[in-house]
């Protein structure tokens, strides 16, 4: 049996060492257009690759997925983050647990899991080719496929894994609609927000606020969660959750958008009103700038002062109720014009992909046509950060190279 495997990244390889390893007399092949495999599993997770996430129970792990939850409960019942932990450190990688559930190895650095797919590749025998390009997939009438590469040779395959990731100039989405496939419009997915009006917010860069609430005006998008504040604008996990969630929406809005912050953490109106009051009585004598009513960092908080532009000298007892309920409103309601977006540092993930509904996820094979199996991101399937993409990759390529025949 000979096996192509058209995509050189983390679900192209993973589906390659489980075919050879479930069919040792396969001949498998991976193509990869560019002059690197595995660009991506080095640059992820600021070159330290986020190979899984520690979140319990499964259930709880599958709610991480804006899409393709449903269907990766199929996968995830042959090869789940378990597995995934078993299977590397099986192979020498011990992985480590941060505190905010993230799983890398203990090394810090990517290059350890990309030299321990590589070793498995040339172990197992199989082919790894850079700068093999395919423009083109033809089944056969008498069964298999052949495939046509950029430099115009064919070659004849029994099946064919296509882990082509998610990029929108991907060749494979024009080759997979010839076939038949649906191609959902692939869109980013895992972004920033950029705020280039608010010069005196980019002042605050590298300041993160650990619990803040997000949402997009005039929707019901809305995240929480720690934020931080960049040279362009906002980004943190809260910013991220909800640009992956609201990743087509926001697509349809061109990035132009109106956001609204809650720095007090999903406190409301009342009971910040209340704080308001208690510190305006216990610390009347204080200056404003000196006596914060919630626990948010000092240069926030006189960033926040200045917005409304509210002296920091004047003190407590003295602050007018208009000013208190404009100090109120601004923690709660702290507006932002968002015009555009920035990839979240070198990781670039999109939603979209091969229709879900025309993949069956107990084998990862194409609905449409037989022996055509997807991996990875190629599909409409995408994860919050965390590990979550990485670990869709994993799952969804053991089961393709597993059953591939």
Avoid at 3 to 24: D, E, L, M
Avoid at 389 to 400: D, I, K, R
């Amino acid at each position: 049996m000979k096996v192509a495997v058209i995509g050189g990244g983390a679900a192209g390889y993973f589906a390659a060492i489980s075919c050879k390893t479930h069919h040792p007399e396969a001949h498998v092949s991976i193509f990869e257009k560019s002059s690197k495999t595995l660009a991506k599993v080095k640059v992820s997770g600021g070159g330290r690759c986020n190979v899984t996430n520690v979140c319990e129970p499964q259930s709880d792990f599958l709610r991480h997925y804006p899409r393709g939850q449903k269907q990766l409960k199929k996968t995830f019942n042959y090869f789940n983050k378990k597995n995934t932990l078993e299977w590397f450190e099986s192979r020498g990688v011990k992985i480590k647990a941060e505190a905010d559930g993230r799983m890398f190895p203990v090394t810090d650095d990517s290059q350890t899991i990309i030299d321990c797919l590589r070793n498995e590749v040339e172990r197992l025998g199989i082919s790894a080719l850079n700068k093999k390009g395919i423009i083109g997939l033809n089944p056969q009438a008498t069964g298999g496929f052949k495939i046509k590469y950029d430099t115009e040779e064919t070659d004849y395959f029994d099946c064919i894994i296509v882990a082509t990731g998610g990029s929108p100039k991907s060749a494979s989405y024009d080759w997979l609609r010839s076939l038949g496939h649906t191609i959902i419009a692939p869109v980013p997915s895992l972004f920033t927000f950029n705020i280039p009006e608010e010069r005196k917010l980019k002042s605050l860069m590298g300041l993160a606020v650990p619990n803040a609430v997000v949402k997009i005006q005039g929707t019901k998008m809305v995240q929480n969660g720690p934020v931080l504040v960049t040279h362009w604008g906002l980004s943190g996990p809260a910013v991220l959750k909800l640009s992956a969630w609201g990743a087509r929406q926001l697509f349809d809005m061109n990035y132009n958008f109106k956001s609204q912050v809650n720095w007090t953490g999903g406190m409301n109106e009342e009971d910040l009103r209340q704080q308001v009051t208690k510190i305006s009585e216990t610390e009347s004598k204080k200056k404003i700038s000196n006596a914060k009513p919630i626990n948010i960092p000092n240069r926030l908080w006189e960033y926040i002062l200045d917005r409304i532009d509210l002296d920091g000298n004047t003190i407590w007892v003295e602050l007018k109720k208009k000013d208190k309920n404009r100090l109120i409103n601004i923690l709660l309601n702290d507006e932002y014009a968002v015009v555009g977006k920035t990839t979240f540092k070198e990781e670039f993930v999109t939603c979209g992909g091969v229709d879900l509904s025309e993949v069956d996820f107990n084998t990862m094979q194409s609905k449409k046509l037989s022996g055509l199996f997807f991996a990875g991101e190629v599909l409409d399937i995408d994860g919050i950060t965390g590990g979550f993409n990485f670990q869709a990759a994993w799952s969804t390529g053991f089961v393709a190279g597993k059953l591939a025949q």
